[in-house]
Nanobody, 126 residues
Framework: QVQLVESGGGLVQAGGSLRLSCAASGRTFSSYAMGWFRQAPGKEREFVCA????????YYPDSVKGRFAISRDNAKNAVYLQMNSLKPEDTAVYYCAAVRTLGSAYIHQSDKYDYWGQGTQVTVSS
């Protein structure tokens, strides 16, 4: 069982930056693939980025590539999302998610993840 707690959300002006953190419980954190997803009001949950357990390979959709960066610190059981050049369309609740093993072909699919945090609100004003 893995418990995830996000933090770091808030209100920021367009062009600004935020860093989200996700603290995870569990002794085998390093073997989990970790993902960030977001959901805006009235929209479906959207893949933001992910990082594999072994090797720490990062995955990004085009919508955030070059602006967002995911990283992990296995010693601290934590994963981070650095968000730069934020846009109003980045406004959403951001969720951290974990899955024990997941192939790269599926890492963007929210229904493949087993554990979810409660979410943290990110609001970008124009």
């Amino acid at each position: 069982q893995v418990q995830l707690v996000e933090s770091g959300g808030g209100l920021v002006q367009a062009g600004g930056s935020l860093r989200l953190s996700c603290a995870a419980s569990g002794r085998t954190f390093s073997s989990y693939a970790m993902g960030w997803f977001r959901q805006a009001p009235g929209k479906e949950r959207e893949f933001v980025c992910a990082i594999s357990g072994i090797g720490g390979r990062a995955y990004y959709p085009d919508s955030v590539k070059g602006r967002f960066a995911i990283s992990r610190d296995n010693a601290k059981n934590a994963v981070y999302l650095q968000m730069n050049s934020l846009k109003p369309e980045d406004t959403a609740v951001y969720y951290c998610a974990a899955v024990r093993t997941l192939g790269s072909a599926y890492i963007h699919q929210s229904d493949k993840y087993d554990y979810w945090g409660q979410g943290t609100q990110v609001t970008v004003s124009s």
